[in-house]
């Protein structure tokens, strides 16, 4: 999707008119944003908003790093690019990833899921969480889903 295909579906299905300083992330939006229909977003989108709803990407392009009030609604995605590092007042749902990339570090203020991983990078050590890390890591045997037997699995502390 291109920045006028983007910004032509805000318009129709918002509207009103998403401004470029709005678009690129030097203007807050004072809304929730739900995009929840959308399957991709043009490079260059980087909102502050209140919650972002993406539930339906399944990649997002280098440089997409919003600032997130609420929570971020990822669910979809299957990989996320080296550099992603959103901030986030609420929660992040990653839930469709099977893995992250060393250096990942979002800010988030509330809880980060990760319910379909396969692997962590060795010696990942997230800092900037606030609240639970909801990890779910594929052994092959089933699923750890205690989060403090996973986290000393994986052998790192938050």
């Known amino acids: 999707m291109t920045k006028d295909e983007f910004m032509e579906y805000f318009f129709i299905t918002r509207g009103y008119n998403l401004t470029d300083d709005q678009f690129y992330g030097k203007v807050e939006i004072k809304n929730d944003l739900n995009l929840s229909d959308l399957t991709s977003i043009p490079e260059g989108f980087n909102p502050v908003?209140?919650?972002?709803?993406?539930?339906?990407?399944?990649?997002?392009?280098?440089?997409?790093?919003?600032?997130?009030?609420?929570?971020?609604?990822?669910?979809?995605?299957?990989?996320?690019?080296k550099g992603f590092n959103p901030v986030v007042g609420g929660n992040l749902y990653l839930d469709s990833l099977t893995s992250i990339p060393k250096g990942f570090n979002p800010v988030v203020g509330r809880d980060l899921y990760l319910n379909d991983l396969i692997e962590i990078p060795e010696n990942w050590n997230p800092t900037n969480i606030k609240g639970c890390i909801v990890v779910n890591i594929h052994n092959g045997d089933g699923y750890f889903n205690d989060i403090n037997s996973t986290l000393k699995f994986i052998n790192f502390e938050i």
């Open 49 to 81: 908003v209140g919650s972002l709803d993406l539930q339906s990407l399944i990649s997002i392009p280098n440089g997409f790093n919003p600032v997130v009030y609420g929570s971020l609604f990822l669910m979809s995605l299957i990989s996320i690019p």
